[in-house]
């Protein structure tokens, strides 16, 4: 006799029906033990008698299933696969199968033929392998900056953004920020500290949004760099810009576990606004960086003095675009209507193009090769315009404000269109001349009422005056 598979369950069910046949076991107790009924024990008891433990194999081992699609069904559908549907995944190709040549495959089993041909790649297979990059040498030899949009506060607050700034040598946080959406005005914002604090560094390294990058460069308008990249020019610090967010894995890793520690510590420090969180985080940033921070591969220290006046880097880190002054000494700006005040610098600027400088915290300057020009300003801009494009990582922001100002509007009435027509309603009650029914009731009521006052003043007259 050859040896004869069985599994775990078949062999304990041997070692209980031996008991039984021994006499140990009653066949109740044997039926509770392999948790099946006693009939159900019988037959295997029976079987057990007959066959001896090979007899509680079961039947349908080592056999095909009853379900096998034969081979010719394989070759069929992998016909139709690699000629017309080489590039479906297995689902639509199932269905497109089923569909139009009435051939019915479920999807896991042409995704095992497709593997199997060479004609699908599971997830593991298809993982891209990004080759590791060393970190610089230096401190501020390379910066890498992103923002991180999330739940900050959880239920507490709105979702904002966090500007995160990290040096790529040492792994220290050297700028942070709680701003409402990513911008160019959060960034030169979190950039003034950062000079500020470090001086100005060799690179910074961020993704390809707009703030940082120009889509076309080629473009005929503009200058081929955003403004954040203009104001970095003119730092001399140089703008790079990842292919893939693994490239600048540094900074993404750091996001995830500020969005774990640092949300849990403003949840215990009971913060639930960005200006409170700003005024905390100098002191999360000096534990962070003691506790993660670590040494430099060589000592020097890259970052180079910022050799600019508070007022000068205050112009340098503004939105600035050029306007043409028309014949009214008028300009526009962005949705707002600008009158120079008119002087003798001003008049000879007509036709001419002045620049507009526009600061993080609101104020709007227009200056000639320098100059501040005295101005009006006219038509103050909506934030959020009908038919607006709104980027996605601004979105929370813009329909904060669309929520705050449809409180404030009080809704438009609307009017009918008997209204919109000059309509005035007639008052009520007959229209036409009065008839003679009308005119003799209201001479009874009157006649009714006269007669009803001249027997009140009657009853006065006659009674009796109070003795004295």
């Given at each position: 006799m050859?040896?004869v598979?069985m599994s775990?369950?078949?062999?304990r ?5 031996a008991?039984?046949f021994?006499?140990r076991?009653t066949?109740?107790?044997a039926?509770?033990l ?5 009939r159900q024990?019988?037959?295997l008891?029976r ?6 433990a090979?007899?509680l194999r079961?039947r349908?081992?080592?056999r095909p299933?009853?379900?096998?699609l034969g ?6 559908a992998?016909?139709?696969?690699t000629?017309?549907?080489r590039d ?6 199932s269905?497109?199968?089923l ?6 495959v479920?999807?896991?089993t042409?995704?095992?033929?497709m593997?199997?041909?060479?004609l699908?790649l599971?997830?593991?297979?298809r993982?891209q ?11 501020g030899e ?7 949009e ?14 995160v700034?990290?040096?790529d ?8 920020r ?7 005005f959060a ?6 500290g950062?000079?500020?604090s470090?001086?100005r560094p060799?690179?910074f390294?961020s ?6 990058r ?8 503009g200058?081929?760099?955003t403004q954040f990249?203009?104001a970095?020019s003119?730092?001399n610090?140089e703008?790079?810009?990842?292919n893939s967010?693994q ?6 890793r750091v ?10 510590e403003?949840r215990?420090?009971?913060?639930s606004?960005?200006e409170?969180?700003n005024a905390?985080?100098?002191?999360f940033?000096?534990?962070f960086?003691?506790?993660?921070a ?9 970052h180079?003095?910022l050799?600019r006046a ?5 112009t ?5 675009e050029?306007r043409?002054?028309t014949?009214q000494?008028a ?6 209507r600008?009158?120079?005040d008119?002087?003798?610098l001003t ?5 001419k193009y002045?620049?507009?400088?526009e600061?993080p915290d609101?104020?709007?300057?227009v ?5 501040a020009l005295?101005?009006r ?11 607006a494009?709104v980027e996605n990582?601004r979105?929370?922001e ?6 705050a100002?449809?409180?404030e509007i009080r809704?438009?009435?609307?009017k ?8 005035i309603?007639?008052?009520?009650g ?11 009731a209201?001479a009874?009521?009157?006649n009714?009422?006269?007669?009803a006052?001249?027997a ?5 007259s006659?009674?009796?005056a109070?003795?004295p």
């Amino acid at each position: 006799m050859g040896w004869v598979e069985m599994s775990e369950r078949e062999l304990r069910r041997a070692e209980v029906l031996a008991s039984v046949f021994a006499g140990r076991l009653t066949m109740t107790a044997a039926a509770d033990l392999m948790e099946v009924t006693r009939r159900q024990a019988h037959r295997l008891a029976r079987q057990f008698a007959d066959h001896g433990a090979a007899g509680l194999r079961h039947r349908a081992r080592g056999r095909p299933s009853n379900r096998l699609l034969g081979p010719h069904v394989r070759q069929m559908a992998m016909a139709y696969v690699t000629e017309s549907y080489r590039d479906f995944g297995p689902t639509f190709a199932s269905q497109m199968l089923l569909e139009r040549h009435g051939l019915s495959v479920s999807r896991e089993t042409l995704r095992k033929w497709m593997s199997e041909e060479g004609l699908w790649l599971s997830r593991k297979q298809r993982r891209q392998f990004h080759q590791p990059r060393l970190r610089r040498d230096h401190f501020g030899e390379l910066v890498q900056i992103d923002g991180s949009e999330h739940r900050w506060f959880e239920d507490r607050g709105p979702r904002c953004t966090l500007i995160v700034f990290i040096d790529d040598a040492t792994g220290r946080l050297v700028g942070l920020r709680f701003v409402p959406s990513e911008s160019a005005f959060a960034y030169f914002e979190t950039l003034k500290g950062y000079l500020t604090s470090h001086g100005r560094p060799l690179a910074f390294y961020s993704d390809k949004h707009s703030i940082f990058r120009v889509s076309k460069p080629q473009a005929r308008g503009g200058q081929g760099m955003t403004q954040f990249g203009r104001a970095l020019s003119e730092l001399n610090i140089e703008i790079l810009c990842a292919n893939s967010s693994q490239a600048k894995g540094r900074v993404e890793r750091v996001n995830r576990t500020l969005q774990d520690r640092l949300v849990k510590e403003l949840r215990l420090e009971g913060i639930s606004t960005i200006e409170a969180a700003n005024a905390y985080l100098p002191a999360f940033v000096a534990r962070f960086n003691e506790r993660f921070a670590t040494a430099a591969a060589r000592p020097e220290n890259l970052h180079r003095p910022l050799e600019r006046a508070p007022a000068q880097l205050d112009t340098i880190l503004a939105w600035r675009e050029q306007r043409y002054v028309t014949q009214q000494l008028a300009l526009s700006y962005d949705s707002k209507r600008i009158i120079l005040d008119e002087t003798p610098l001003t008049a000879g600027l007509v036709g001419k193009y002045v620049e507009t400088y526009e600061y993080p915290d609101g104020r709007l300057e227009v200056r000639w090769k320098g100059l501040a020009l005295p101005h009006r300003m006219f038509d103050k801009k909506q934030r959020v315009t009908h038919t607006a494009i709104v980027e996605n990582k601004r979105l929370s922001e813009a329909l904060a404000w669309v929520k705050a100002r449809q409180a404030e509007i009080r809704p438009v009435r609307t009017k009918t269109n008997s209204e919109a027509g000059g309509y005035i309603p007639r008052p009520k009650g007959r229209r036409g001349p009065i008839s003679f029914a009308d005119r003799h009731a209201a001479a009874k009521k009157a006649n009714r009422t006269a007669s009803a006052g001249a027997a009140a003043k009657h009853e006065l007259s006659a009674a009796p005056a109070e003795a004295p």
